[in-house]
């Protein structure tokens, strides 16, 4: 029997917490599986539900949580450190299935079968060590959409961004009852990025590790720098069972622990609100808020207590604080030293009118050197890193990509070209789309196609055959209502399983089988009284939810509990069942309709529909500054008293000026320069558009009053052409023009957001190829995939450094820094000197490089 270690009062609020769950059907068939269970399997259950968001209490079936548990108490058992790991240890970081807002799949058994005749004989650190060979020999770095595959699905794909690579090595270390968490820093202060990875229980305390990113040590990662300028770093637990000092958020399903203290010198800020007459405001909301993406982003919402009182624990640079209550506002900035912030309701308004500026700066950037290992241990990590890749990329060439991908496509008669493209996404989950292809089901190969079309990447890879034909089959009933002119408002719109970014689930049967015919026929006349049904017969859970995790649309309607956006998503997916055309509007989410050939919006508050009458056109008077929306500019409309940024990304400049469609309303255009150092000079643009106005804004990027020029001179850089002779970096840059020289380390996450940032400009790059040249360790470096298609798109420079005499430590000393971290990329004059350089983790170089280069 394994003992569990918790207190009386901690069983006690399990208990009380459990016979709280707010769905009495989800709650009277968790009691009945329970009668056969043991008092062990009852009580994990009864904690698994008791801090169950409510997308997994309507979405999964009971089965998957009993199964999990049961498979993690025999691993706890069977592991030589399991008797370590007790109490909250266990609940919180061992028995969860859910790490973050990934898809849920029953994983543990499998993943334990595979890893631990791996690690039996180890102790639980080098455990740690040889887990994280094992996610490197199943899933390396590349950037995807914001939504979260399963551990599985990162398998299937090869690859993963790095909240999905956390995902995975929290999996995996769960999966040998090892206590893992995520570790996650929503933005950082100094780049336009975020960041996760993963912290592991070693003999009593927490240390870290790079997801997917094995090092032969603990406590090292390419991250760490960044981390030391860090503004807010976090772990979500899903529970209330948390005893570690610094809970920044806690709900009913979840408790946010901020653990910046383990990575950057941090502070206490303090806010103090008072109304009119001095007291104390309960309540009131705080929002601490940096820029990041051009937009003023919430690292933290809190309210204030009785005392009008919130804090934070954060990191040494600057924020902006917005307090807002009851449709009033107002903000202050905070300077890396001050500790307190007072607020006066007095001075609260409900709009901005003037322009504003405001300057943001980052904590200052230490210096983290790794440490010298071993060359034993160097060699060793060397080639077990090698093989790990090795055994991934075996795997991945059983993709039909390439040359396989256009063989399978050949043996249809149309739509080859398509095919070939949607197979080689599919990656290994291509025996479902394949399937689908090949399926005999009397409907058309164009409309499958069609179908796939509509998804996005991410989804070929974990939707399954059968899914894709029951969502064909069910649209194409109302095919002959379109006509040819409206074929991609139904492609878009009806076809398309996917609304948002949840995961799509087979619920167009279940859906149409719900209602009745008077009912489905009322609904097609008025779409409005599909909203008015979900807002009367579905509860809202409130703080139950948890992030961006939404239930399936099936699971809502049966069980009648959950989040707005999950509400908003069961009203698209009915409307698309329906043959209605229905999407959230990817400006504000609002709910559109498509009716008498026009997008009808449906207001929320008011019965009536919203019409965007108005039009704001931004011109550009920088011509050499190419605005891109989230990137140097964005807009955000006012609601409440609190700033809500549109989601405008679809649109582009028009030559020096664009316009938007939009509601009356108040607006703040915020656009925003981001310096070498990781500081932010922004200007706040306010805009209030009455019903059928049109305004004009002329927007600008501030500069700095002084600019900061290094002028250093560099060594000689000795390096080999792929022919094998000798040659100098800076020779082989174009004479009497700035050039660029980088070192890169292929295949590691700083490296790949720089080649990804030059993928994504391979144009502006292509033009300018002559002056930027990469240097790389060896020819084996060529077989970077990444690399290669950044070379093969944009003509840039590719060298060998010459390790027999490598420049890099002398490139070093005449920068003065011992920041060693790759990719160091040294921006240079005409004269070949350098004049700014950066080293490692540094989101938005590409920009700046070619910002040098013009």
Same mark, same amino acid.
């Given at each position: ?10 069983i006690?609020?399990?208990e009380?917490?459990?016979m709280?769950? %707010? ?6 068939e ?90 039996q ?6 455990a ?10 199943k899933?390396?770095?590349k950037? =995807? ?5 399963s551990?599985?699905?990162?398998i299937?794909?090869?690859?993963? &961004? ?23 820093? %929503?933005?950082?202060?100094?780049? !336009?990025?975020n ?9 009593g305390d927490?240390?870290f590790?790079?997801a ?11 991250f760490?720098?960044?981390?030391? &300028?860090?503004?807010l ?5 899903f ?17 946010q ?8 010198e ?10 009119e ?5 309960? !309540? ?15 690292l933290? *919402? ?26 009033r ?17 007095? !001075? ?7 322009? *504003? ?10 210096t983290?050197? !790794? ?21 991934? =990329? ?7 990509q ?11 008669d ?19 789309i ?19 079309s509509s ?17 064909l ?9 379109? =006509? ?7 492609v ?22 719900y ?11 008025e779409p ?16 139950r939810?948890?992030? =961006?995790?939404?239930?399936? %649309? ?5 069980y ?20 209605i ?7 504000? &989410?609002?709910?559109?309709y ?26 550009n ?15 955000a409309?006012l609601e ?14 028009d ?15 915020t ?6 150092d990781?500081?932010i ?25 002084v600019v900061?020029?290094?002028k ?13 002779k000798q040659?100098f ?5 174009l004479?009497?023009?700035?050039g ?9 996450e %700083?490296t790949?957001h720089?080649?990804?940032e ?15 040249l ?15 298609t ?32 790759l ?24 920009d ?7």
């Open positions: 029997m394994y003992q569990m270690g918790l207190t009386t009062k901690q006690q609020q399990i009380q917490d459990f709280s769950l %707010p769905v009495k059907e989800r709650l009277d968790v009691l009945e599986v329970m009668k056969d269970c043991s008092p062990e399997e009852q009580l994990c259950l009864k904690f698994m539900y008791a801090y169950m968001p409510a997308s997994d209490l309507t979405t999964y079936n009971v089965s998957l949580f009993l199964n999990n548990l049961r498979d993690t108490l025999a691993i706890i058992q069977t592991v030589p450190w399991g008797s370590q790991i007790t109490g909250e240890l266990f609940l919180n970081y061992v028995l969860p299935l859910r790490i973050n807002n990934e898809n849920l799949v029953d994983h543990r058994l499998q993943f334990f079968n595979e890893i631990y005749p791996r690690v004989h180890l102790s639980i650190k080098d740690v060590l040889e887990v994280n060979y094992w996610c490197l020999e899933a390396t770095y950037s =995807t959409d914001i939504r979260t595959s551990p599985l699905n990162v299937r794909n090869a690859f993963g &961004r790095c909240g999905e690579e956390s995902v995975l090595c929290v999996a995996a270390l769960r999966s040998v009852g090892i206590p893992a968490r995520q570790c996650y820093t %929503p933005r950082w202060a100094h780049c !336009d990025d960041h996760a990875w993963v912290e592991v229980w070693v003999d927490w240390h590790i790079g997917c990113e094995p090092e032969p040590v603990l406590d090292k990662g390419w760490t720098e960044a981390a030391q &300028r860090g503004m770093i976090h772990a979500r637990v529970s209330r069972l948390v005893s570690e000092p610094h809970i920044t958020h806690q709900t009913p399903v979840m408790s622990i901020n653990i910046l203290n383990n990575y950057a941090t502070k206490i800020l303090r806010v103090f609100v008072i109304d007459e001095g007291l104390p405001v309960k !309540d009131a909301e705080v929002r601490f808020e940096l820029i990041n993406f051009a937009q003023l982003f919430p933290a *919402v809190l309210k204030t207590d009785v005392n009008g009182e919130a804090h934070l624990l954060t990191g040494r640079g600057d924020l902006s604080v917005h307090v807002s209550k009851d449709g506002f107002l903000y202050k900035k905070a300077d890396h030293s001050c500790t307190e912030l007072h607020f006066c309701l007095a !001075d609260a308004r409900y709009a901005d009118t003037e322009q *504003v500026e405001l300057d943001l700066v980052p904590p200052t950037a230490g983290v050197k !790794d440490p010298e290992l071993p060359e034993h241990l160097a060699k060793h990590h060397e080639i077990r890193t090698n093989q790990a890749n090795t055994r991934r =990329t075996a795997f991945e060439d059983t993709f039909l390439g040359n396989k991908a256009e063989d399978f496509a050949a043996k249809f149309c739509c080859q070209k398509e095919i070939s493209e949607l197979i080689a996404l599919s990656n290994g989950n291509h025996p479902e394949t399937a689908f292809l090949d399926a005999e089901i009397g409907i058309a190969l164009k409309y499958k196609v069609l179908l796939l998804l996005r990447d991410k989804d070929l890879s974990d939707i399954t055959c059968t899914i894709l034909q029951n969502h089959l069910g649209a194409m009933a109302f095919w002959n209502q379109f =006509t040819d002119s409206n074929e991609d408002v139904f878009k719109y009806v076809l398309c399983p996917r609304v948002h970014y949840e995961m799509i689930t087979d619920y167009r049967d279940v859906l149409y089988n209602f009745t015919d008077n009912q489905k026929i009322l609904f097609r006349q409005q009284k599909i909203f008015e049904y979900i807002e009367s017969n579905v509860r809202d859970c409130g703080e939810e948890y992030g =961006t995790i939404t239930s399936s %649309p099936e699971g809502l309607l049966k009648k509990y959950g989040s707005k956006l999950s509400r908003k998503i069961l009203f698209v997916a009915i409307c698309r069942t329906l043959g055309p229905a999407r959230l509007s990817e400006i504000d &989410r609002k709910l559109e498509w009716k008498n050939d026009r997008w009808h919006t449906i207001s929320e508050e008011v019965d009536i529909p919203i019409h965007r009458c108005c039009k704001l056109t931004l011109y008077n920088q011509p050499d500054v190419p605005f891109v929306y989230g990137k140097n500019f964005t807009i409309r409440n008293g609190r700033y809500h940024t549109l989601g405008l990304y679809d649109y582009q400049f030559g020096e000026s664009i316009s938007y469609e939009l509601e009356e309303g108040k607006y703040r255009v656009t925003a320069n981001r310096l070498l990781g500081t000079l922004a200007s706040l643009i306010h805009v209030e558009l009455d019903k059928g106005e049109e305004q004009a804004v002329t927007i600008h990027l501030r500069e700095p009053d900061m020029d290094e250093v001179a560099l060594p000689e850089i000795p390096v080999l052409l792929p022919d094998g040659s970096a800076q020779k082989l840059l004479t009497e023009e700035t660029v020289i980088a070192f890169i380390e292929e295949g590691k %700083p790949e720089l080649l990804n030059i993928h994504e400009q391979k144009e502006e790059f292509a033009r300018l190829n002559k002056r930027m990469l240097l790389i360790k060896n020819k084996d470096s060529l077989k970077d995939r990444l690399l290669n950044v070379l093969d798109s944009t003509g840039i420079l590719v060298a060998l450094r010459d390790m027999t005499q490598d420049a890099f430590p002398s490139v070093l000393q005449a920068l003065n820094t011992q920041n060693n971290k990719p160091l990329v040294l921006a240079l004059d005409t004269k070949k000197r350098c004049v700014f350089h950066t080293s490692g983790y540094n989101v938005g170089t590409g700046m490089l070619l910002k040098h280069l013009r």
